[in-house]
């Protein structure tokens, strides 16, 4: 059901010029456009792909908008410009899990990677159906259809034949395909963005002769901050705007336009941008509010508002939003109405929020934080901060990329491309929406865990290398420190202070941070004694006591001559007699002298802050309030540092994981559920909405169920067996030996312990069964009807510990590892990271926990297996992602021996797939 409605999707694709196609399934009444785009096929076009020429064009456009075998694919390419046909794809089925596939482009069009789209959309689908396969046969002759091929990355088997070549290749986009894909992805995504911040024309429609209004301040910016190019005003009650011709319509300006700016009342704007479309612009921002963010109406707008850019290729930013900058020289664009002039500089920013962006501006000038661009998104309704990632990747103009975030549409695709560019260049985020007021219902430990915060976006960003910081201000203090200093090696700080409290509050600010305060050896201690009071403390923090400026720059020089630290963090309470602005230049000298790189912050505590000579020359010194602000700051880059320096991981690959055998119980357990019949265990955990009432459509497996799963993937469960009756629970007891637990299977318990549904260490065969019959009875008494009992083997040693997973609707599954126990919701001390894991992060999760200790034989405790645990959070990853209808599951407890791990209960929900 879910296959059928996805294979019938159309996607919007990004061409590597930043033009946009359209693809789709062919449907019957393409049938005329697919004539009319075969008929203007060049003959020798038409020779390589049929092998000859076609008589009947009729006939093949009829087989190719209804295909004759529903398993079969056909796909067009259009444009919106006259409903175009620009290409055609298809793979006709030639067994269970092969087919044949071909694809055509129309001669004006090729060259422009619309075959190796294509190409990849027909391999996605086909791996949807269970197509692993596809071959091709190619004229020798066809040399466009083998780059077709090579470009792709797609690992191709190629044998010569009489008169053609034979090719096969597996549809799943792996290794360097997906490498290839990407970088084409990442060359679209930068021509579309290269197109927006760098225009040669810019048309303002809706420039207003009013100074004080949206589009008089928009437009005087624009010729105030010395664009590069001409820039017009369209106005048709206006001859003249702001001293600058004006014209009725976009379609009246003479020569080409790159970019429009409109500001006009929302009703307005899709008709205008048919306009512009008419024009042949390919980037506009729209300016106006009054589309999604209003609900109803604002949402048709805003959809018209997109077909409108799909069908004639036009890149949007916002709607809603204030506007983009860019301030590279040889553009110097500020399409913006914000009040403040922004200065240059180095940091490239991205804001959903407008009047954030205001904010932005003006603190960052305050800050002496220059921008390279900035970007309002608004209501991001094309163009995305993914988009926008990719270009600055390879801006030479942008060193830091600053995100101020909402909301991240496309999660597993933002942590793809961050992991990528933070490599290069540092990511700066803070995101709104760390309450618990969306916390999600769950019926798990897991999805207690996850859903009480926005855990899910602290492990998106961790994993990516992102630097999440808590507060605006902290996202400054950051930015200032990443945009003008060079990383840290380390964690370990020296302090240097003219005054002993400044000096302690820093200390401990380090200490609460994660950073290290050493004590400076002797040899340091006597460098520093030579020019300092005698009554001077030497150790670290270094206090100069009398503060000169000459004593600053002279201990700057020495600490940093010292390998034993990493960064400096220099403290300044302004005396009497000594000029701040002497101190800051010393410090500023200091910095330009030092021996080795390494990061220095400074503390100015006054009320005047920093001094702006530590933003004059080459090397910018960043300046702040508070002890805490620097030691917060530097820690974030700390960490930013170790994530860098540290291999990215690797996600491993098992040879003993039987997929088809977990599908089969899967499938099987997915029959029995009937949509509409509510059935018990809870809500639909792990949404990214509230979630729904229970309308049937999941299920929690059996224990038998659940134990052949794990099987399937290499995970190993204590032995049990299913009984009916008390009396079949005893003889079970029996056979199996030893000490055993007792379960019961009832619809409707989350928590098994908390119910009374459990008995542990029971032997014997009577003990067993008058255990069962008295849980019978209390279950009996709060509502609970017991359908069948699960005796199962203890585990003795070990310790013990929850591995879990939700699925998240728009993160994908989400895993979780701490400690197990009735008060694990309580403690909360887990580990939460986005599926697939790499080796790193299965290994950095169980470091992590505070609990690690116990792992690690605290207290002469015996060592336990963490290889093996690692190896379990590998395994329930690569099961979660191959199987997306298990959407919530508890391994709790787990218990990790010394040798080995072994689950003891486990829970796991399935829900029936739906639609992409």
């Known amino acids: 059901m879910s296959t059928a409605m996805s294979q019938d999707r159309a996607r919007d694709t990004i061409l590597r010029d930043g033009s946009s196609i359209r693809v789709r399934p062919a449907r019957p009444e393409d049938e005329p456009a697919l004539v009319v785009f075969l008929a203007g096929l060049a003959p020798e076009s038409r020779r390589m792909r049929f092998g000859g020429m076609v008589a009947d064009l009729d006939g093949l456009a009829h087989r190719w908008a209804v295909p004759a075998d529903p398993a079969d694919c056909s796909l067009i390419a259009e444009t919106g410009i006259a409903d175009r046909i620009i290409g055609h794809a298809s793979y006709d089925c030639v067994g269970s899990d092969s087919a044949e596939v071909a694809f055509i482009v129309a001669d004006d069009c090729q060259g422009r990677g619309i075959a190796t789209l294509l190409l990849e959309e027909l391999a996605e689908r086909a791996q949807e159906v269970g197509i692993s396969t596809f071959c091709a046969e190619v004229l020798p002759e066809n040399g466009r259809m083998f780059q077709v091929f090579r470009e792709s990355g797609f690992p191709t088997h190629v044998r010569a034949e009489p008169g053609s070549v034979s090719i096969e290749f597996a549809t799943a986009l792996e290794g360097p395909a997906r490498e290839r894909f990407e970088r084409r992805e990442q060359i679209a995504a930068a021509a579309a963005v290269r197109a927006l911040l760098k225009p040669s024309t810019i048309a303002v429609i809706g420039a207003s002769r009013r100074r004080g209004t949206i589009g008089g301040e928009l437009f005087h910016n624009l010729l105030s901050g010395g664009f590069t190019g001409p820039v017009y005003p369209v106005n048709p009650n206006a001859d003249v705007v702001q001293s600058v011709a004006a014209y009725r319509s976009i379609r009246d300006i003479p020569g080409p336009v790159d970019l429009a700016v409109i500001v006009l009342p929302a009703e307005c704007a899709v008709d205008t941008l048919r306009e512009c479309a008419d024009k042949g612009v390919k980037t506009v921002v729209v300016i106006s509010p009054g589309f999604a963010e209003i609900g109803g109406q604002g949402q048709d707008r805003q959809r018209a508002l997109l077909t409108v850019c799909r069908q004639a290729g036009i890149r949007l930013v ?3 939003c204030m506007g983009v900058i860019n301030l590279e020289p040889d553009v110097q664009m500020n399409a913006t109405y914000s009040p403040t002039a922004p200065t240059g500089g180095k940091v490239s920013f991205f804001s959903q929020s407008g009047a954030l962006g ?3 501006i003006g603190h960052a000038n305050r800050l002496g934080l220059g921008l ?6 608004g209501n991001k309704a094309d163009l995305s901060g993914n988009d926008f990632l990719q270009f600055w990747e390879d801006d030479p103009a942008t060193s830091v990329i600053a995100l101020y975030l909402e909301s991240v549409g496309n999660p597993r695709k933002f942590a793809r491309i961050a992991r990528r560019v933070g490599r290069s260049k540092p990511i700066i985020a803070v995101k709104s929406g760390r309450s618990a007021a969306g916390a999600r219902a769950t019926s798990s ?3 207690a865990l996850i859903g009480a915060s926005d855990v899910t976006v602290d492990a998106l960003f961790h994993q990516a290398g992102v630097v999440r910081t808590d507060t605006l201000g902290e996202f400054f203090d950051v930015a200032s420190l990443l945009a003008n200093q060079p990383l840290p090696a380390g964690r370990r700080v020296a302090i240097l202070t003219n005054g002993g409290g400044p000096g302690i509050l820093a200390a401990d600010a380090c200490d609460a941070d994660g950073l290290t305060v050493p004590t400076l050896p002797a040899e340091i201690q006597t460098a520093l004694a030579e020019f300092l009071p005698p009554e001077a403390a030497l150790a670290n923090p270094v206090d100069t006591i009398e503060g000169s400026p000459e004593s600053f720059r002279r201990a700057i020089g020495v600490l940093a001559g010292w390998d034993g630290i990493d960064a400096i963090i220099v403290l300044f309470v302004p005396p009497l007699v000594t000029k701040t602005e002497d101190v800051a230049v010393a410090i500023r000298d200091a910095v330009l002298e030092l021996p080795r790189k390494i990061p220095v912050l400074t503390v100015f505590m006054s009320a005047e802050g920093g001094p702006a000579e530590l933003r004059v020359g080459p090397i910018k010194v960043p300046a702040y309030s508070y002890p805490e ?10 960490r930013y540092a170790e994530w860098l320096s540290t291999p990215l991981g690797s996600i491993p690959h098992f040879d003993d994981l039987r997929e088809d055998g977990a599908a089969a119980v899967l499938a099987a357990a997915l029959a029995e559920i009937k949509p509409g019949t509510p059935t018990p265990g809870g809500t639909l955990a792990g949404s990214s909405l509230p979630a729904p009432a229970d309308d049937g459509r999941s299920r929690w497996l059996r224990p038998d169920e ?8 290499g995970i190993a469960t204590a032995p049990g067996r299913l009984a009916e009756t008390p009396q079949e629970a005893g003889r079970a007891a029996a056979e199996i030996g030893g000490p055993v637990a007792l379960k019961a299977v009832a619809a409707g318990i989350v928590h098994k312990a908390e119910a009374g549904a459990v008995a542990l260490s029971l032997e014997g065969a009577a003990a067993v069964e008058a255990a069962a019959v ?17 005796v199962q083997r203890m585990v003795a040693g070990g310790v013990e510990m929850l591995v879990g997973v939700v699925h998240d609707r728009l993160f994908g599954p989400v895993i979780a590892c701490g400690p197990s126990g009735a008060d694990v919701e309580l403690v909360r001390d887990v580990a939460v990271r986005i599926t697939p894991l790499t080796d790193r992060d299965a290994g950095e999760m169980i470091r992590s926990l505070a609990t690690f200790p116990l792992l690690d034989g605290y207290r002469n405790a015996a060592r336990v297996d963490v290889a093996a645990l690692e190896e379990t959070l590998l395994r329930v990853s690569a099961m979660v992602e191959a199987h997306p209808e298990i959407v919530e599951m508890d391994c709790s407890p787990l218990i990790v021996l010394e040798r080995g791990v072994v689950v003891v209960d486990a829970r796991i929900r399935i829900e029936l797939p739906q639609a992409r």
């Not at 390279?372 to 998104?377: A, E, G, P, R, Y």
């Open 706 to 713: 659940v134990a052949r799963v794990l099987e399937c993937y």
């Open 629 to 638: 602000e620097a030691s917060r700051a530097l820690a974030h880059v700390v």
């Open 774 to 790: 008295q849980m019978t009875a209390t279950l009996a008494a709060a509502g609970h009807a017991v359908e069948r009992y699960f």
């Open 445 to 447: 430990h897991t999805g």
């Open 358 to 360: 205001l904010a932005i």
């Open 372 to 377: 390279s661009s900035f970007i309002s998104i």
């Open 318 to 320: 916002g709607p809603n």
